[in-house]
């Protein structure tokens, strides 16, 4: 039985292209200078890009997602405006190697066909943070044949995680979530403040002066958070500060931050 390799029924997908010619898949291959792996071409006749029903992948190593797994929300198809004719670009804007055609990607994280060795690429998981490739299918076929479907419901429990042993006080919180400290220590903060405040507004508050910290990426942990605080507390919100946060968001100087901002407006349409 063949497997259900994109997500049905989303709603909105931003990762959907327009379906896409043989002649323009042709010249797609052409600007890239490489062979696509027919596995992959199958899959984008089929729907070109979009979210992904088998959205986990096997690992054994620690990752941002979790120790065994890590995650493929979506798949970029051919063409350009969240497709992989953006692989030049993002790659200039990360710093990734040449050899990389990606696939999907949040940033700080890629999974990519890597054509290092020749037309035959493999499949890699790339951290940028810490600079390192790990090689996780021999081929786009294997990479395929070991995804899996995880419940999204088991997935949005991962934005809700603590941080183990990690604690702040409400003044600490004042200081760190005010533009005062570098990301990480911002990300474990938010990761704690949005389990244990208090108070919804004040932490949409902080949110919103967040977006004016001096690395852009903090758009992605402003994001994340805002979707946890909606999901919960949506009715307590003050209505023209959460529509001011998404407006920012989008107008960011990330240029993730229309999906981003989309993505949260899609969430808030639910709620």
Do not use: C
Request: proline residues 3%.
């Amino acid at each position: 039985m063949k497997k259900i390799f994109w997500l049905e029924n989303h709603g909105h997908d931003f990762y959907k292209l327009p379906q896409i010619s043989e002649t323009n898949i042709k010249k797609a291959i052409d600007l890239l200078g490489v062979k696509l792996p027919d596995e992959y071409i199958n899959l984008i006749k089929e729907q070109n890009g979009g979210r992904t029903y088998l959205n986990s992948y096997p690992v054994n190593f620690p990752n941002v997602w979790s120790d065994n797994h890590i995650r493929l929300d979506f798949m970029y198809g051919i063409g350009t405006n969240e497709g992989i004719l953006d692989n030049e670009t993002l790659k200039t804007e990360w710093g990734l190697p040449s050899e990389f055609i990606l696939l999907s990607g949040d940033g700080h994280t890629w999974i990519a066909f890597d054509y290092e060795n020749g037309n035959e690429p493999k499949i890699v998981y790339y951290d940028v943070d810490e600079g390192r490739k790990r090689v996780i299918a021999n081929s786009f076929a294997e990479f395929v044949s070991n995804l899996y479907h995880l419940d999204e419901n088991l997935i949005q429990e991962d934005l809700y995680l603590d941080i183990p042993d990690i604690t702040f006080t409400k003044e600490e919180g004042e200081k760190i979530l005010n533009v005062g400290e570098d990301i990480e220590v911002i990300a474990n903060a938010l990761i704690y403040f949005q389990n244990n405040h208090k108070d919804p507004n004040w932490f949409l508050n902080k949110l919103n002066i967040l977006l004016n910290h001096v690395d852009n990426n903090i758009v992605y942990n402003v994001a994340e958070s805002l979707m946890v605080l909606v999901d919960r507390e949506f009715r307590q919100l003050d209505q023209q500060l959460l529509s001011k946060t998404m407006n920012e968001i989008e107008n960011h100087k990330h240029p993730d931050g229309k999906i981003y901002a989309e993505a949260i407006r899609d969430f808030v349409s639910s709620s």
